[in-house]
T-cell receptor, first 114, second 114 residues
Framework: DQQVKQNSPSLSVQEGRISILNCDYTNSMFDYFLWYKKYPAEGPTFLISISSIKDKNEDGRFTVFLNKSAKHLSLHIVPSQPGDSAVYFCAASSASGGSYIPTFGRGTSLIVHP | KAGVTQTPRYLIKTRGQQVTLSCSPISGHRSVSWYQQTPGQGLQFLFEYFSETQRNKGNFPGRFSGRQFSNSRSEMNVSTLELGDSALYLC?????????????FGDGTRLSIL
């Protein structure tokens, strides 16, 4: 039973355009969400996070939106650059619920074309 | 500041053998978590150690075990290896609880079972 789902295995975007990566979750106890980026042969690297008390968090070209009622979050990359080509993982955990185990989605492979 | 170091990077074993993987966290990080990544399955949480104590455990059989030393370095052991254990094993460290802050990942150990 997947509690964190990334329904798009891949996404292709033109350089300079917006990339939107989506993530859905089923556990209403999740209150902390993160996005990681992973290049081949390297470990995941933390990108941006958001707690459930917010609905938006920005860091440079990266913005994460959280819609708690829909149990949905998205990562926006504007503008997209070829160096953003990587696999992006969404993760969620329940700090307040006492179970701190991070649950990851299966990832979305983003390709940004020059 | 040195990152998370995992050794070895690659390992080939046969069914029935056992294996030990090593992880050195970022200096000052007391939490070390282990994940298994297989194609199409994303990152599956194995366990988390904090100050030499196992704090959380994922849904894996008892063949998977770990420990943490007083210097925060951690080892993961898999006994009676099965073909399905072939995967990338990732270690991640953080200053506090894994579930409520970003983690720093190593580049992983690629384990292949013949």
């Amino acid at each position: 039973d997947q509690q964190v789902k990334q329904n798009s295995p891949s996404l292709s975007v033109q350089e300079g355009r917006i990339s939107i990566l989506n993530c859905d979750y089923t556990n209403s106890m999740f209150d902390y969400f993160l996005w990681y980026k992973k290049y081949p042969a390297e470990g995941p690297t933390f990108l941006i996070s958001i707690s459930s008390i917010k609905d938006k968090n920005e860091d440079g070209r990266f913005t994460v939106f959280l819609n708690k009622s829909a149990k949905h979050l998205s990562l926006h990359i504007v503008p997209s650059q070829p160096g953003d080509s990587a696999v992006y993982f969404c993760a969620a955990s329940s700090a307040s619920g006492g179970s701190y185990i991070p649950t990851f989605g299966r990832g979305t492979s983003l390709i940004v074309h020059p | 500041k040195a990152g998370v170091t995992q050794t070895p990077r690659y390992l080939i074993k046969t069914r029935g053998q056992q294996v030990t993987l090593s992880c050195s966290p970022i200096s000052g990080h007391r939490s070390v978590s282990w994940y298994q990544q297989t194609p199409g399955q994303g990152l599956q949480f194995l366990f988390e150690y904090f100050s030499e104590t196992q704090r959380n455990k994922g849904n894996f059989p008892g063949r998977f075990s770990g420990r943490q030393f007083s210097n925060s370095r951690s080892e993961m052991n898999v006994s009676t290896l099965e073909l399905g254990d072939s995967a990338l094993y990732l270690c991640a460290s953080s200053t506090g609880t894994a579930g409520n802050q970003p983690q720093h990942f190593g580049d992983g150990t690629r384990l292949s079972i013949l």
